[in-house]
């Protein structure tokens, strides 16, 4: 079973960066398409990013984009959500999760399995 690990989370003061990882121990990890996904204290899993296989796609949520890029290291079985100008409305523990492939830039709303445990991540003064 693909098994992910989410770390890099943190405290991190409003206009600053961190980078997610999300890694497998499988190289199976690498036939997935994998999603970023948020979720605040009262409020409803967010879908934040998406990268297709070989990352030959990505799709953001309109909240981080232009702000946040997802990426994957294929030999390492990490995939990475580089998190940069961050806000205090990003604060959220985030998770990884995979779905099968499928034709076509991958989408957050498609089934995700393989949930990680999460990370937190506070932006905060």
């Known amino acids: 079973q693909l098994q992910l690990v989410e770390s890099g989370g943190g405290l991190v003061q409003p206009g600053g960066s961190l980078r997610l990882s999300c890694e497998s121990s499988k190289y199976a990890v690498n036939s997935y398409t994998i999603g970023w996904f948020r979720q605040a204290p009262g409020k409803e899993r967010e879908g934040v990013a998406c990268?297709?296989?070989?990352?030959?796609?990505?799709k953001y949520a309109d909240s981080v984009k232009g702000r946040f890029t997802i990426s994957r290291d294929e030999p390492k079985k990490i995939i990475y959500l580089q998190m940069n100008s961050l806000k205090p409305e990003d604060t959220a523990v985030y998770y990884c999760a995979a779905s099968p492939p499928s034709p076509g830039i991958c989408t957050v709303d498609s089934e995700y399995y393989n949930w990680g445990q999460g990370t937190q991540v506070t932006v905060s003064s």
């Open positions: 990268i297709n296989v070989r990352g030959s796609g990505t």
